[in-house]
Structure formats: structure tokens, C-alpha cells
């Protein structure tokens, strides 16, 4: 005879089960099935899959940065260190890391904090991009990728039961970890909406409006920013920045600045600026007190090495005896991969001016960024074509988050088969056009507006087949359901 399960759906932990992920739900659960079918044999009205639901640069045919490749290798296999392929300035930075790591492998596990000579290394570079705003290497944390580091300091700030409960303030539409990590520590998600009339921006007044809402039911007192942003693709103002540092400052909320998109900007007249950086030039009253904890990532950027798992998070202005709370948590997990902190060296330790490296990386990295522009435009620009879609312009970041027109007949039909009116949109465009794009409803939207996000990654000419479908399929969804 068979025991009962003692692990079911009804005694799991309530928190994991209540947690989404839209970037790999249903619809690439379902576009996973479409594969295999494709691989058996069976006719599609398309030969092939194209995953635009994530920004996963490499598996779009994304070429790696060649020096953050060759100093990873050198770092991996030291023996390489005596080859005449390899230029001196990636096996200088090699050994440097490699002294870093115990028995000079990086197969050692690591300080919890991240090897030393890389926290320095992301400090220089902190001060370098924000025109010589001091960072102590005391306050960098090498993270698995930003995810890892966003989820931890979430998990010390939320405390309290009931009306005390934590509140974290998140933009809709958002990144679904923010929700994904909120519900698993069983806090509050305290919604401020973007305003999409006005290009995504942020505004203050609905920020007021959303924390004066909250205090009737929870205790809120952490804003999360994602700038460049994700899903909007919106490169925050430096006036924005301001405003939102003073509302922090008033109101004593702890920032978290999601800062991974910050190499990606395209659109004219639009600039990234680090909260750090305008939280210091606000002067004394605001650096000296705004908690921030700051995030990147080498999956982002002109390098979407996304599966390094590399990252950092800067946090000033901790209360000193929570950075051992911190250092201790961090501690449980051992250290962050050894080799995505090589990597996240480079991306923070690049090569310079008069390095034999420096002429292939710059040309590498403009190539990438160029490119994406490009895209950005184009998509933008086609999706603006088609009756039924408007497309903000793309400022940053790698995804397009339209507004696509859903007729009621349409959304009678998702209601009989229990789907969000956009999930279903997205499913028929999957299972018609082999295209696996998110729906908005993942991610977050007003009230009656629908949306999906896709990644601007694929190559340019599969960019224009996959725009040209898209636009096909929508125009004949509409004649279907006018």
C-alpha cells in the first residue's frame, strides 16, 4: 500500500504556491510543447519557435564580448596564462582575480561579501561612472546575478504582522520578481502605476497617492525603482531622480534603484543617472540619511551574459549593525559563483585606452548597443503602423511593452476559457504564429488596458520577420472578433 504524500498542494508553503513568474509561465510551458510537436514532425503554420519572452541576448545569437570571454577561460584554465593567444592585458586581469581566490583556483569558495580585489574593482568603477562620488568596496556585495541580491535585501527589510506588516512599493507595470519575491516573503505589494500617456513616466503625486492608500492597511516603507525601466523601457529624468529621492527622504522610505539597464539607453536627450549619484549631489541632508541599495548584473547591458550569474548591489547608509545581519544571511548560501564574479570584474574593469585589448572591445560594445538602438527604433516604428497597437518609444532597456486593443467579443471568449483577455491573445498568437511573446497581465497594467512585452534581441532581419507577423496575426484577430 501506498503512504499519503507528505508534501501536497494543500501542506506546501502557502507563500510559494501564491508565486508568479510570467516570464517563464504558461506561455513558454505551452511554447515548450509547440517545440517538441515542430521536432516530431507535426504541421505547424510555422517552422519554428521564436522566444522573444526573455532577455536572454546569447540564445538570440548575441556574440560574447571577446576580452570578458578570454579573462573568464584564463581564470577557468590557468594554463592558458602561458599561451601566446592571449593578449596581456586579459591575463594581467586574470591573475589578479586569481590571487584573489583561495589556492589561486576558482573552484574555492569565496568571502560571502565576494572576493575582495572585485568589491575594489566595482567601487573604482562606481566612482568612475558617477564623476568621482566616493564608494567604499565595504559596501559593494557581489550577488548571483541581481535577482539574488534584490530577493536578500527584501528578505531583511520585511517584518511586522497585520496593519504593521512591511509594504514594498513597486511601479506596474513591473519586473514579476518584485511580485514573485513580495509574496513569498508575505508582504504587501503596494501598486504605483506608471503613467503610460506620458512615455512611462514616474510620477510623484501617484506615489503620494498609492503610500497614502497603503498606510490603511499595511506599514510601507520600501520603493523599488527599476530604471532603465523593465517592462517599459523608460530612462528616468534627473528631475524625476530628485523628486523621487526627496519623497524617500520624507516619507523614510528604504530605495532600492534596479539599475541593471543602465548601458542600455537609445532615444535622444535621454541619459541614465545613478540614484547615488544625484542622492549625493542633493547634498548632505539626503546622502548622509536615504538608505539605497543599488543593483547590476552581467546578463544585461552589451554583454547579456545572463547565465554567469554575475552581479553587485551597493547599499550606503545601512544601519551598522544590520551590515552584519546582512554579511550574515549572505553567508548561509556560502558565496555567489566564483566565475560570475570574474565576469562581473570585466564588465566593471574593462580595457582602457593603450591596452592591446581596448580597440576589439570598444567596437564589440558600440557594435551591440548600435544595434540594439536600432531595434529599438524599428520596433517602435512598426508597431505604430498597425491599427489596433501603440508602442511608447523604447528610451532603454531591451523590450517593447505595447498597447494592443482587445475587441469584447474577444474578451467574452477569454472569459469562457478563464484566461486574462491578454494571456488569450498571446496564446493564439503563439499557437498561429510560433511567436512566444508575455502577456501584460503578467506584469501588471490599469484596469481595462492590455499589453504584451517582448525582447527586442533577435537578430535585425528575424526582428522584421517577427514584427511583420505579429502585425499580420493582430490585423486578422480584429477582423475575427470586430
Known amino acids: 500500500a501506498r503512504r499519503e504524500k507528505i508534501l501536497t498542494l494543500e501542506?506546501?508553503?502557502?507563500?510559494?504556491?501564491?508565486?508568479?513568474?510570467?516570464?517563464?509561465?504558461?506561455?513558454?510551458?505551452?511554447?515548450?510543447?509547440i517545440e517538441k510537436e515542430l521536432r516530431r514532425g507535426i504541421k505547424k503554420p510555422f517552422t519554428e519557435v521564436i522566444k522573444a519572452n526573455i532577455g536572454d541576448a546569447h540564445a538570440m545569437g548575441q556574440r560574447p564580448i571577446t576580452f570578458l570571454r578570454q579573462v573568464v577561460a584564463l581564470c577557468t584554465y590557468p594554463n592558458l596564462l602561458d599561451s601566446p593567444s592571449f593578449p596581456e592585458d586579459a591575463k594581467k586581469r586574470a591573475k589578479r582575480i586569481l590571487q584573489g581566490c583561495g589556492g589561486n583556483s576558482l573552484g574555492s569558495y569565496s568571502a560571502s561579501q565576494g572576493i575582495n580585489c572585485i568589491r575594489e574593482d566595482v567601487a573604482s568603477y562606481i566612482e568612475r561612472r558617477d564623476g568621482g562620488v566616493p564608494a567604499d568596496p565595504?559596501?559593494?556585495?557581489?550577488?548571483?546575478?541581481?535577482?539574488?541580491?534584490?530577493?536578500?535585501?527584501?528578505?531583511?527589510?520585511?517584518?511586522?504582522?497585520?496593519?504593521?506588516?512591511?509594504?514594498?512599493?513597486?511601479?506596474?507595470?513591473?519586473?514579476?520578481?518584485?511580485?514573485?519575491?513580495?509574496?513569498?516573503?508575505?508582504?504587501?505589494?503596494?501598486?504605483?502605476?506608471?503613467?503610460?500617456?506620458?512615455?512611462?513616466?514616474?510620477?510623484?503625486?501617484?506615489?503620494?497617492?498609492?503610500?497614502?492608500?497603503a498606510k490603511a492597511y499595511c506599514n510601507p516603507k520600501v520603493?523599488?525603482?527599476?530604471?532603465?525601466?523593465?517592462?517599459?523601457?523608460?530612462?528616468?529624468?534627473?528631475?524625476?531622480?530628485?523628486?523621487?529621492?526627496?519623497?524617500?527622504?520624507e516619507e523614510k522610505l528604504f530605495l532600492l534603484a534596479d539599475e541593471v539597464y543602465q548601458d542600455n539607453v537609445y532615444s535622444e536627450g535621454c541619459q541614465f543617472h545613478s540614484f547615488k549619484k544625484i542622492l549625493y549631489e542633493m547634498g548632505p541632508e539626503y546622502y548622509n540619511n536615504v538608505e539605497l541599495a543599488s543593483f547590476h548584473s552581467t546578463s544585461k547591458g552589451y554583454m547579456g551574459e545572463c547565465g554567469y550569474r554575475?552581479?553587485?548591489?551597493?547599499?550606503?547608509?545601512?544601519?551598522?549593525?544590520?551590515?552584519?545581519?546582512?554579511?550574515?544571511?549572505?553567508?548561509?548560501?556560502?558565496?555567489?559563483?566564483?566565475?560570475?564574479?570574474?565576469?562581473?570584474?570585466?564588465?566593471?574593469?574593462?580595457?582602457?585606452?593603450?591596452?592591446?585589448?581596448?580597440?576589439?572591445?570598444?567596437?564589440?560594445?558600440?557594435?551591440?548597443?548600435?544595434?540594439?538602438?536600432?531595434?529599438?527604433?524599428?520596433?517602435?516604428?512598426?508597431?505604430?503602423?498597425?491599427?489596433?497597437?501603440?508602442?511608447?518609444?523604447?528610451?532603454?532597456?531591451?523590450?517593447?511593452?505595447?498597447?494592443?486593443?482587445?475587441?469584447?467579443?474577444?474578451?467574452?471568449?477569454?472569459?469562457?476559457?478563464?484566461?486574462?483577455p491578454d494571456m488569450f491573445y498571446c496564446m493564439k498568437l503563439l499557437e498561429e504564429t510560433g511567436i512566444c511573446v508575455v502577456p501584460g497581465s503578467g506584469f501588471g497594467q490599469r484596469e481595462g488596458s492590455y499589453h504584451f512585452r517582448m525582447t527586442i534581441l533577435p537578430p535585425v532581419e528575424k526582428l522584421k520577420i517577427l514584427l511583420e507577423k505579429v502585425k499580420d496575426f493582430h490585423i486578422k484577430f480584429l477582423e475575427k472578433y470586430a
Open 223 to 249: 520603493l523599488c525603482i527599476i530604471n532603465p525601466g523593465n517592462p517599459t523601457g523608460q530612462v528616468q529624468s534627473r528631475k524625476c531622480i530628485e523628486d523621487v529621492i526627496h519623497f524617500a527622504w
Open 310 to 420: 554575475g552581479g553587485y548591489m551597493e547599499v550606503i547608509n545601512l544601519h551598522p549593525e544590520i551590515k552584519g545581519q546582512l554579511v550574515k544571511l549572505l553567508s548561509v548560501r556560502l558565496c555567489p559563483p566564483v566565475s560570475g564574479q570574474a565576469a562581473m570584474d570585466i564588465v566593471v574593469n574593462p580595457p582602457i585606452p593603450g591596452e592591446e585589448s581596448y580597440s576589439q572591445f570598444i567596437k564589440e560594445k558600440e557594435s551591440v548597443l548600435n544595434n540594439l538602438a536600432q531595434k529599438a527604433k524599428l520596433t517602435e516604428d512598426m508597431f505604430n503602423k498597425v491599427p489596433g497597437i501603440h508602442c511608447n518609444p523604447l528610451q532603454g532597456a531591451m523590450y517593447a511593452f505595447p498597447r494592443i486593443f482587445i475587441p469584447s467579443k474577444a474578451i467574452e471568449e477569454a472569459k469562457a476559457h478563464k484566461m486574462a
Open 11 to 33: 501542506s506546501m508553503n502557502p507563500q510559494v504556491k501564491a508565486v508568479e513568474y510570467a516570464v517563464r509561465g504558461p506561455i513558454v510551458l505551452k511554447a515548450g510543447e
Open 138 to 213: 565595504d559596501n559593494i556585495y557581489l550577488t548571483t546575478g541581481a535577482s539574488d541580491g534584490i530577493a536578500t535585501i527584501l528578505k531583511i527589510l520585511v517584518s511586522g504582522g497585520g496593519k504593521s506588516r512591511t509594504g514594498v512599493m513597486i511601479p506596474i507595470p513591473q519586473y514579476p520578481l518584485y511580485s514573485a519575491a513580495i509574496s513569498e516573503l508575505d508582504a504587501i505589494q503596494v501598486n504605483y502605476y506608471l503613467d503610460e500617456e506620458n512615455c512611462w513616466a514616474l510620477n510623484v503625486n501617484e506615489l503620494r497617492r498609492s503610500l497614502t492608500e
